[in-house]
């Protein structure tokens, strides 16, 4: 178990709708990151958070927004879903987003687009 | 090209093999060197991290890194049934103020009894 919790576990909506998955970071944590995995694109980074501010941007389409709450869990939310945004969405922490410090991942959400 | 290259496999092994696993990269900004295992229907979990080229080991993980090649290896010695797993390597260079991993698309290790 490292630390990261995220929900939902599974999540199935049709195309057209609106998501929103979550993410608590482990205990000390102040970076959040937010990553989607599929098949064919393997794992993609989409969004950094540190301490409640955006710090750096990936793949992220612009359907697609997250933030950091006060209390330094993260929410990403996804829009206007298509079919291919059915993939495995993981949630990540570190203490501060430096290169040196080990990105502990949360068990994923597992959305499916149909 | 994707910045990072990794066979999918799968590697089908015996127990007790040694395993090689590795990636090719074509950005010479990368600074940094990272194996991640996944079990099925978890998320990755941080092996070995290294920066410099050279050999770094860890029990029965070793990670090497050849920089001029632009070439990175995992090899796992007395491999296991328990090391059946998918392995994604990962690297990365400073951007702005954040250091953020391109994986490589994993690839997926059984070992057999």
């Known amino acids: 178990d490292s630390g990261v919790t995220q929900t939902p576990k599974h999540l199935i909506t049709a195309t057209g709708q609106r998501v929103t998955l979550r993410c608590s970071p482990r205990s000390g944590d102040l970076s959040v990151y937010w990553y989607q995995q599929s098949l064919d694109q393997g794992l993609q980074f989409l969004i950094q958070y540190y301490n409640g501010e955006e710090r750096a941007k990936g793949n992220i389409l612009e359907r697609f927004s997250a933030q950091q709450f006060p209390d330094l869990h993260s929410e990403l939310n996804l829009s206007s879903l298509e079919l291919g945004d059915s993939a495995l969405y993981f949630c990540a922490s570190s203490v501060a987003g430096g290169s040196k410090e080990t990105q502990y991942f949360g068990p994923g959400t597992r959305l499916l687009v149909l | 090209q994707k910045e990072v290259e990794q066979d999918p496999g799968p590697l089908s092994v015996p127990e007790g093999a040694i395993v090689s696993l590795n990636c090719t990269y074509s950005?010479?900004?990368?600074?940094?060197f990272m194996w991640y295992r996944q079990y099925s229907r978890k998320g990755p979990e941080l092996l070995m991290y290294?920066?410099?080229?050279g050999n770094k080991e860890d029990g029965r993980f070793t990670a090497q890194v050849d920089k001029s090649s632009k070439y990175i290896s995992l090899f796992i010695r007395d491999s296991q049934p328990s090391d059946s797993a998918t392995y994604l390597c990962?690297?990365?260079?400073?951007?702005?103020?954040?250091?953020?991993?391109?994986f490589g698309r994993g690839t997926s290790l059984i070992v057999h009894p």
């Open positions: 290294t920066y410099s080229s």
């Open positions: 990962a690297m990365g260079a400073k951007s702005g103020g954040s250091y953020i991993p391109t």
């Open positions: 950005n010479s900004a990368f600074q940094y």
